[in-house]
C-alpha cells in the first residue's frame, strides 16, 4: 500500500491549482498522501449543512450608488470565486459567505508537499486537520477575503463605508465546546469563580486561535511568576515597617527641633526639621538596604521569566505543530489560492522615508518631554499655591499634595494612537503583521515616555537641579523649582508610581469592561429588527431557519466591535504594567502585589469582555507574542540601569553608607557603641547665611545675621561643594557601575543557565527526523527490490 501511495503520488500533476477540474485529481492525491476530507466545519445557524464562515454588514444603500455598486461587485466576484453567500435584510444588510471545500484542499495541498518528508501527513505540521478545521477555516477565510483584486480588497470596501462590519460568529459547536451540557469556556473560564483556576488554553486556542491563546499562556504565565516577586517585595515592604521607629536617622530628623531650614518657597516660613517627622519615618521604611538587595532580585526575576517563557511557549507550540510555522509561506498560499496569475510582493526599503520617520518619532518624543516639563511646571506652580491656601492641611503638605495632583494630571496626559498610526503608514508595511510590529514599536515608545517622563524627572532631576539659598533656578525667572526632603526624594517617586499604578489599573478595567457592556447595551436598545410578513405553506420551514440566523447574526453584529488592534491593547496594558514592576521597583517594593492582584482580575476580565461583550476576534496563527518579545527583554535592560540610577541617585543608601564608613563616629572616634549613622543628618546639611538671601525674598531678614540649614553639601563661605559631596558622588558611580555590571552578568548567566527550548521539544523533533528518514530509506530499498 505504501509503495502504491507513493506511485500514485508521484504519477499525477503536482500543481493542483491549474483550472477548475482538478477536483478528482486532487482528492485521488490527497487520498494517496493520507489528507483527511475537506469539512466545512464553519459556523452554523440551523440545519448543519446551513454553516456561514463570515458575516459582512452594510447599511441599506441607493439602488445604483456608488457604495452599493461596490459592494454587488464585490459579492459578484465571491461567488464567481465558488464562495456561497446569502443575503438577510433586518435593522442592517447582512451576508453570510461560506468558502468551497476547494479552497481548503488546495490550502492543504501546498503547505504538505510530498517531496518534503516532514510536510507529508505522517509527520507533524502546521496544517490543521479533522481537530483544527474550524480555526484555519475562518483564518484563511480572511485572508482570501482581505487579498481579493485591487481595488476591491475588504478591508478597502470598509474603509469606504461599503461594509460597516465584517466578522466571524460566536457559537457553541456540538460535541466540542460543550461538556457535560454546558459551555465549557462560559462555564469554566469566562466566570469570576475560576480566578484561581488554570486557563484552558488549548480550548481557547480552538475558539480564538493560536494568536490569542499564545496572549493568555503568555499573561497566565507572568502572573504565575509574578507571584513570586509579589511575596519578595510583600517581604521587603513589612521588614520596612518592622524597622519604622528604628531607623537613627529618622530618630535625629524627629528631635532636631532647634534645626531650622531655609523656606521651601519663596513666600513660604522658616520651618523646624522635626516638623517632618512623618514623612522621614515613611521615607526609611522604603529606602533601607533590603531595597537593595529586592532590586537584585527583580533584575534576575526579570530574566528568569523570559527564560522560563521562551520555553513555556516552545513547548506550547510544538504541541501545536507550530514550532516552525512559516507565516510567509501560508501568506503566499493564500495569495496563489486567490489568484493564480499573482506575484509576490517584494521587500521594500527606502532610506529617505526611513529618516523622515525617523524625525518625526524624535519630534515627537521631544513633544512628551516637553509635556513632562509642564508637568513639573505644574507642580511648582501647584506647590506655591498650596503653600499660599488659606487651609493648614495644605499648608503643611503642599509638596505632597503638588506630587499627587500631578501624577494625576500625568495619567490623563495620553498621546493619540493616531500619530503612530500614521507614521506606521507612511513606512508602507508589507504585511498586516509587518503593520503590527511596526506601530508596536512607535505606540510603546510614546506611551513609555508619556508614562515615565515624569517620574524619570522625580527620581533623577529632583532637587538636584534646583540650585541654592541664594542663587535659585527659576522657571520664566518666577517660580522655583522644587527640592527634595532632607531624607530624601524616594517617597516623592513611592507618591508617584503608587498613583499612577493605582489610577491606571482601575481605571483603565473599569472602562474596559464597561464600555464595550454599555455600548452593546445601548445597541441593543436603540436598534430593533424589522417586522416581516407572515410566512406560509412550504415557505414556513425556510423562514424558520432564516430566523435562526437572522438572530445569530444580529445578536453578534450588536456586540462591540472588534479592531484588528484590539489584542494589542491588551499586550500595550501588560507590557506598561511590566514597566512599573521592574524599572523603577526598588521605590515602590508593593508594584509586583499591585500587578499581581489586578492580572487575577485582568484574566477573567479579558474572558467575560471576549466571549460576551465582543464579537469573536477573527482567528490568527501564530507561533509566538510577535515583537512584544523584544519589547520585554529591552525593559529588562533598563530594569537593571534604571534601579540602579534610583539606588545610586535617588536613594540616601550611598550617602549614608559614605558617612558610616569615612565620616561617623564609628571611624572618627573608634566607637562601636553607637549607631554607625549617628550624626548624619547634621552631617548632610549644609550652612546658610540669611543677608545672602536674593534682594525680592525675606529682605526683612538681611540685616539679621541669622544662619539656617538646607540639604546639599556646600561649603559655608562660598557655596561651593565640599569633599564629602565628591566623595559621595564617586561612590555613586562606583556603585552604579558594580550593581549594572553585576546584574547584567547574573541576567547573563541565567540566560544561559535556563535553554530557550526545552530538551524534551528538541528530543522530540529529532526523533521525528529520524522515523521521516527511516520511512524514506524502507520505502526506497522496499521500490528497489520490487
Known amino acids: 500500500m505504501e509503495k502504491q501511495g507513493q506511485d500514485l503520488a508521484m504519477s499525477v500533476p503536482r500543481d493542483p491549482l491549474n483550472g477548475h477540474n482538478e477536483g478528482p485529481n486532487l482528492e485521488l492525491r490527497e487520498r494517496a498522501l493520507g489528507l483527511p476530507p475537506p469539512q466545512t466545519p464553519g459556523i452554523f445557524c440551523g440545519q448543519d449543512e446551513e454553516r456561514w464562515d463570515f458575516v459582512l454588514v452594510s447599511d441599506f444603500h441607493e439602488v445604483g450608488s456608488e457604495k452599493e455598486t461596490k459592494r454587488r461587485k464585490f459579492l459578484d466576484e465571491l461567488s464567481k470565486k465558488g ?13 453570510g459567505v461560506r468558502a468551497p471545500k476547494q479552497i481548503f484542499r488546495k490550502y492543504q495541498w501546498l503547505l504538505r508537499n510530498p517531496d518534503d518528508p516532514d510536510s507529508r501527513p505522517d509527520a507533524h505540521h502546521d496544517v490543521p ?6 480555526l484555519g477555516r475562518e483564518q484563511r477565510f480572511t485572508n482570501l477575503l482581505c487579498s481579493t483584486p485591487p481595488p476591491e480588497k475588504l478591508r478597502d470596501l470598509m474603509k469606504k463605508k461599503v461594509f460597516e462590519a465584517a466578522f466571524p460568529l460566536h457559537t457553541v459547536r456540538p460535541g466540542m465546546w460543550r461538556e457535560e451540557g454546558t459551555d465549557f469556556l462560559e462555564e469554566r473560564w469566562a466566570r469570576w469563580r475560576n480566578i484561581f483556576c488554570q486557563q484552558p488554553i488549548e480550548k481557547i486556542r480552538c475558539y480564538f486561535g493560536e494568536k490569542v491563546a499564545l496572549y493568555f499562556a503568555w499573561l497566565g504565565w507572568y502572573t504565575y511568576l509574578l507571584g513570586f516577586a509579589a511575596v519578595a517585595g510583600l517581604v521587603t515592604f ?7 521607629n528604628s531607623s537613627q536617622v529618622s530618630k535625629e530628623i524627629c528631635e532636631a527641633t532647634n534645626t531650622t531650614m531655609c523656606p521651601l518657597c519663596d513666600k513660604c516660613p522658616f520651618w523646624s526639621l522635626s516638623e517632618t517627622c512623618t514623612y522621614a519615618k515613611v521615607t526609611h521604611m522604603i529606602d533601607n538596604e533590603g531595597t537593595v538587595l529586592f532590586a537584585m532580585f527583580m533584575a534576575i526575576w526579570a530574566t528568569v521569566f523570559l527564560e522560563l517563557w521562551k520555553r513555556q511557549r516552545a513547548t506550547v507550540v510544538t504541541n501545536w505543530d507550530l514550532y516552525r510555522w512559516d507565516e510567509e509561506e501560508e501568506e503566499l498560499a493564500m495569495e496563489l489560492i486567490n489568484d493564480m496569475q499573482h ?9 529617505f522615508r526611513s529618516t523622515i520617520i525617523l524625525l518625526l518619532v524624535l519630534l515627537m518624543i521631544a513633544v512628551l518631554i516637553g509635556i513632562a516639563h509642564g508637568l513639573v511646571i505644574y507642580r511648582v506652580v501647584a506647590t506655591a499655591f498650596f503653600t499660599q491656601s488659606d487651609f493648614e492641611f495644605l499648608q503643611n503638605q503642599a509638596n505632597t499634595m503638588a506630587v499627587m495632583t500631578g501624577a494625576v494630571l ?12 500614521y507614521l506606521c503608514d507612511l513606512e508602507k508595511p508589507r504585511t498586516l503583521s509587518q503593520r503590527e510590529n511596526n506601530f508596536t514599536v512607535k505606540f510603546f515608545t510614546f506611551q513609555f515616555f508619556t508614562y515615565f517622563s515624569s517620574l524619570i524627572y522625580v527620581a533623577f532631576f529632583l532637587g538636584r537641579i534646583n540650585g541654592h539659598p541664594g542663587n535659585y533656578v527659576r522657571v520664566a525667572g518666577k517660580w522655583r523649582l522644587e527640592e527634595c526632603h532632607p531624607s530624601g526624594c524616594i517617597t516623592d517617586l513611592f507618591i508617584q508610581m503608587a498613583t499612577i499604578m493605582v489610577l491606571k489599573q482601575t481605571i483603565s478595567n473599569v472602562v474596559e469592561y464597561l464600555s464595550p457592556w454599555v455600548t452593546h447595551k445601548l445597541r441593543k436598545k436603540r436598534q430593533h429588527p424589522k417586522k416581516r410578513r407572515t410566512m406560509s405553506g412550504g415557505e414556513e420551514e ?47 517594593p508593593l508594584a509586583p502585589l499591585l500587578a499581581f492582584c489586578n492580572n487575577l482580575l485582568e484574566i477573567r476580565l479579558d474572558a467575560i469582555k471576549m466571549m460576551r461583550l465582543r464579537r469573536r476576534i477573527v482567528p490568527w496563527k501564530a507561533n509566538d507574542i510577535g515583537i512584544w518579545l523584544q519589547v520585554l527583554e529591552a525593559i529588562g535592560i533598563l530594569a537593571v540601569i534604571g534601579n540602579g540610577l534610583v539606588i545610586a541617585i535617588t536613594s540616601n543608601f550611598i550617602p549614608v553608607q559614605v558617612y558610616k564608613y569615612t565620616y561617623s563616629p564609628c571611624v572618627t572616634e573608634n566607637s562601636t557603641a553607637v549607631d554607625c549613622s549617628t550624626g548624619y543628618i547634621n552631617h548632610s546639611l549644609s550652612i546658610f547665611r540669611v543677608q545672602d538671601f536674593e534682594p525680592h525674598t525675606n529682605p526683612g531678614l538681611a540685616l539679621t545675621g541669622l544662619r539656617r540649614r538646607y540639604r546639599d553639601y556646600r561649603n559655608a563661605d562660598d557655596y561651593s561643594y565640599t569633599v564629602q559631596f565628591w566623595h559621595i558622588f564617586a561612590a555613586r558611580l562606583a556603585f552604579l557601575i558594580l550593581f549594572e555590571h553585576a546584574a547584567l552578568c547574573v541576567k547573563l548567566i541565567a540566560a544561559w543557565y535556563v535553554p530557550d527550548v526545552p530538551k524534551s521539544v528538541k528530543n522530540a523533533f529529532r526523533v521525528r527526523k529520524h522515523n521521516n528518514l527511516h520511512k524514506e530509506l524502507s520505502m526506497m530499498e522496499y521500490s528497489t527490490e520490487v
Open 238 to 244: 513589612v521588614a520596612g515597617i518592622t524597622i519604622f
Open 343 to 351: 506575484k509576490p510582493q517584494q521587500y521594500q526599503h527606502s532610506y
Open 410 to 421: 500625568h495619567y490623563i496626559t495620553i498621546v493619540n494612537r493616531l500619530v503612530a498610526l
Open 83 to 95: 464562495f456561497t453567500i446569502k443575503k438577510i435584510e433586518d435593522e442592517k444588510l447582512f451576508h
Open 129 to 134: 486537520v479533522t481537530t483544527r478545521e474550524h
Open 542 to 588: 425556510e423562514e424558520e431557519e432564516e430566523d435562526a440566523c437572522r438572530r445569530q447574526w444580529v445578536n453578534n453584529y450588536r456586540l462591540s466591535e472588534v479592531e484588528f488592534l484590539s489584542l494589542f491593547d491588551e499586550f500595550l496594558e501588560m507590557v506598561i504594567q511590566y514597566c512599573f514592576t521592574t524599572i523603577f521597583v526598588a521605590a515602590f
